[in-house]
């Protein structure tokens, strides 16, 4: 069995600007556009020589000075804006925007569902076509799950586990020690947002997050969380990030249960980080076999999922009845089951 999980792509490709040229522009942004031939046209960062480091690794043409003089160039050769930033940056330069422009916004939607709010009201208001990169949904294997749940192979679904048994280097990324939220705003988000994109809304969550006491500094490093759909299905959400006792026993994995079958996803790039293991992807359908079939699918989560929001925006662009799955109108529920999130950890019962 043969699965092509490549996003479509616009008829025509709309060069690209970018706003913030950090680990995950470099790590996953770029590799992805080059893959789809995205053209780039200008950076722009506040630190003026890590762009234009990045702009001569990727020959990217020009780093601009100020972000007037991005907007300028991004003006004159009708650009689409890659917003690459940490969530605390996101409104002010949204701000700026040109009225009508397409923008990709990096997730989080803000550090929260009030700055979320503000940044879908500029959104409205500034009538851009804007998303959120929730990149997940784009992942090979995400798209090769949907794409076997749609056609019915596993029955109906009803049951999605994420779990996460693994050793994160926390340290690797500085700015998270000084906020509030981290582990579900920063690394569950994916999940949640995952989940939604298969079940919709949940009607309610309960959760708690917690710190580890290898990384106390953080506000948190593990969480479980349960998405509430009713009687029928199960949404559930596991993650402990303090893993440090090797690979043997690390688990990284999405398993999805239907009603006449399953679909078990082990998520490589978290095991025995930074290095990886291989994806696997599996299912078993019992209308099919009683075995277990594997499927190699091409490209992973980081960087081929990131080809897919951009991709979206620029078809959504092309075509105002395009489904643009990582809309800002969507993204915003993903931010709201987020809250709930952490306000369901801080109730006593
Ligand atoms: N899977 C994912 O979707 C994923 C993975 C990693 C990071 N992220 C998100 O991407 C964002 C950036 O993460 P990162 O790891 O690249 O961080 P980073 O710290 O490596 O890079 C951020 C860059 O933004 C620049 N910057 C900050 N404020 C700016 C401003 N007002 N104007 C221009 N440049 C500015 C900084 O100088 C820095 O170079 C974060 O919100 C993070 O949550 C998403």
Redesign the pocket.
Known sequence: MKIDTFPILPKTKKPIVI???????KD?HLPAYKRAGFEVKAL????VE?AERLAGDYGIGTVCQS?DALIELAKTNDCVYDV????S?IIP?IDQIPDGSGVLI???MGNDLGQAAIILDLCRKKQLVAGV?F?LRHAPYIKAAKKIIDDGVIGELHDIDVRMNVYTPWHL?D?LYELPRVEIQ?HSI?YIDMIRYFFGNPESVLAKTTKHPNAKALSSARSSIIMDYGDLIRANINTNHGHNFGPKHQESYFKFEGTEGAIKVRVGVYLDYPKGLPDKFEFISLNVSDDWQQIDLEGTWFPDAFIGPMSGLMCKMEDPAFEFINSVEDAIHTMEVVEKCYRSGEHEI
């Open positions: 706003i913030g040229a950090g680990g995950i522009v996953a722009y960062d506040l630190e890590k972000l690459a930033l940490p969530a940056a330069v990096q997730k989080p990169n990149q990324w700015f920063y994916h």
